[in-house]
């Protein structure tokens, strides 16, 4: 199947601090989304982002469908930004897979 | 209520029993997704279906059953429960227009430990 990988695993930040999580993937895709999972666990949509950029408050996202790539910029963070981001992709045959994630703690 | 729900929210089991999760929704979706998480993993997908009575296998199907018999509500059955499927359970729903990755609501997931 396709192989999801996120960078970089870990990330602290100070409050108020910029970041960049990436998400390659191997082969093309028709599908991408984001996807915040808090410290207690709860998953919520962030962009759902085949292609092209998308942008939610200091939230935004680029998909490079041709390079197999995607970028989640967050900006001026917050300690609520604080959780597990995954990016997930589907190929054309349903064949769904997330990354393993990356973790961010957004320290006061 | 309104959203989506999953009960138990956390269960103790032993090896060889048979556990059902249950996953019910109140938005009319079409989709529904069973999802495991597991330490260091993001989500793996078990099962989905789009529809009443159309389920299809994920990514780690083996060693569950589901059933759709009506569209809120998507069973999700151990038939005999292994140690290696202790894991946090999650269960999606979606209208599915854009396909499987169509915005997907979660459930609050049922943590299964498996003795």
């Known amino acids: 199947g396709i192989q999801v990988e996120q960078s970089p695993p870990d990330l602290i930040l100070q409050e108020g601090a910029n970041s960049t999580l990436r998400c390659n993937f191997s082969d093309s895709v028709n599908n991408l989304q984001w996807f915040h999972q808090n410290p207690w666990g709860q998953l919520i949509n962030l962009f759902y982002i085949p292609s092209g950029t998308k942008q939610n408050g200091r939230l935004s996202a680029t998909t490079v469908a041709t390079e197999r790539y995607s970028l989640l910029y967050i900006s001026s963070s917050q300690t609520t930004d604080s959780g597990v981001y995954f990016c997930a992709v589907e190929r054309s045959n349903n064949d769904m897979r997330f990354g393993a994630g990356t973790r961010l703690t957004v320290k006061p | 209520d309104a959203g989506i729900t999953q009960s138990p929210r956390y269960k103790i089991t032993e090896t060889g029993r048979q556990v059902t999760l249950m996953c019910h929704q109140t938005w009319s979706h079409s989709y529904m997704f069973w999802y495991r998480q597991d330490l260091g993993h993001g989500l793996r997908l078990i099962y989905y279906s789009a529809a009443a009575d159309i389920t299809d296998k994920g990514e780690v199907p083996d060693g569950y059953v589901v059933s759709r018999s009506k569209t809120e509500n998507f069973p999700l059955t151990l038939e005999s429960a292994t140690r290696s499927q202790t894991s946090v359970y999650f269960c999606?729903?979606?209208?599915?227009?854009?396909?499987?990755?169509?915005?997907?609501?979660f459930g609050p997931g049922t943590r299964l430990t498996v003795l």
């Open positions: 999606a729903s979606s209208e599915g227009a854009g396909g499987l990755l169509d915005t997907q609501y």
